[in-house]
């Protein structure tokens, strides 16, 4: 699975998901980054990029694997 994200990047950034470092992370131009993803299991992931120069933008929850199920709520 590819992913894309984008903001003001520079070339050779580093791209996390929670903890892990995603090696084949590419930089495209300023806006656009792409990297493939490792298996992982359904569920809310963070990416975090950093810049070679330790400018780092983080989003919380900014992957989402799987599809998403939310069960109602039955108050008695």
């Known amino acids: 699975m590819r ?5 003001n990047f520079i070339a ?3 791209v ?3 903890d892990a470092v995603l090696p084949d992370a590419r ?3 300023t806006n656009t980054l ?3 993803l490792p298996a992982v299991s359904p569920g809310f992931y963070d990416v975090v ?3 070679p120069g330790g400018q780092e933008s983080a989003l919380q ?3 989402a694997v799987g599809k998403q199920a939310y069960l ?3 108050f008695k």
């Open 3 to 7: 992913f894309q994200v984008t903001d």
């Open 12 to 14: 050779s950034p580093q």
């Open 16 to 18: 996390r998901l929670n």
């Open 27 to 29: 930089w495209i131009n």
């Open 34 to 36: 792409t990297a493939t």
């Open 49 to 51: 990029v950093t810049n």
């Open 61 to 63: 929850r900014g992957l």
């Open 72 to 74: 109602p709520v039955i």
